[in-house]
């Protein structure tokens, strides 16, 4: 696997998430948080790598939260079953972002699906719905399934500490590492593409 960008608190992968995951120490996050691409031809293995991977690689007591469209919660769900304990579902309202599905329904935001490696119930207090605050996630400046900052600040400030270690194995435009460097957290990320990576090694530094 080949670091593309390195510093004291943020590690950038690049390469297939799949293969840099099987390479990663046992026990390494605190936290994985994502947003796979689930177009038709990319979702499936993207959460099924997620699913796979994962749970090696996540500390005892450490969460996955993953971005889910609603049309595949059902899949998605079958596909963690026996990797990790389903916790919780947390919404995120997007205000001004309402795309109107074929079947009549208004979209206002999107699901979060929450798992924990462990046998119990996460132990943290968090609302279980919040709003972005900034537009990232409707403008997508940088990538086309950017999402805003506050997505990832909800989750990180919620559940990890200052120098936990904070995975996202779907970086796209970096917001995950971009979070966790701004609140002292470790992050670490996967970006296939150089384009992109690039463009995630401005803003960590800008």
Sequence with gaps: MDIYYEDAKTTLYIGDCKEVMKSLPESLAHLVLTDPPYTKDTYYPAYKTLATESPRVMRTGGSL????????????VLMFKDKLKFNW?????QPERHIRMALGIEVTGMPNLWYVKSDKYASVRIADGFSVTGRDGINKPLHPWQKDLSWADHFILSLTKPSDVVLDPFCGSGTTLVSARKHGRVGIGVEIKEEYCAEIVKRLNG
């Design 89 to 93: 579902i947390v919404w995120m309202n």
């Design 65 to 76: 939260v993953t971005l889910v469209g609603q049309y595949l919660i059902e899949e998605v």
